[in-house]
């Protein structure tokens, strides 16, 4: 069965920069998009980054353009994304998230599987 695996998450200050990756097992990337979402206290889940690798297009929530990047690595079947200038208000727990097929989606369900999720706290 599918399983996606966060790490990476921790407490880091403002400006500053994290590395999350997203260890996927029983999948085969290129049949799937996958996406990072978060969710602060009290807020609904928000897509953040997504990857599609058979249409090889990346799209980003216009809250972390320019400053979060989604990359894998197929041979690790891994997905990382690298969060840079970070701002307290990024704070939340990151989910990593699958969907089959080619096109990136922004709705939280319209992913089939989800990770168990790792903790970003950004301080100011």
């Known amino acids: 069965q599918v399983q996606l695996v966060e790490s990476g998450g921790g407490l880091v200050q403002a400006g500053g920069s994290l590395r999350l990756s997203c260890a996927a097992s029983?999948?085969?990337?290129?049949?799937?998009?996958m996406g990072w979402f978060r969710q602060a206290p009290g807020k609904e889940r928000e897509f953040v980054a997504a990857i599609s690798w058979s249409r090889g297009t990346t799209d980003y929530a216009d809250s972390v353009k320019g400053r979060f990047t989604i990359s894998g690595d197929n041979a690790k079947n891994t997905v990382y994304l690298q969060m840079s200038r970070l701002k307290p208000e990024d704070t939340a727990v990151y989910y990593c998230?699958?969907?089959?097929?080619?096109?990136?989606?922004?709705?939280?369900?319209?992913?089939?599987?989800w990770g168990q999720g790792t903790q970003v706290t950004v301080s100011s």
């Open positions: 998230a699958a969907k089959l097929f080619g096109t990136i989606r922004y709705r939280w369900d319209d992913y089939r599987y």
């Open positions: 029983a999948l085969t990337f290129s049949s799937y998009v």
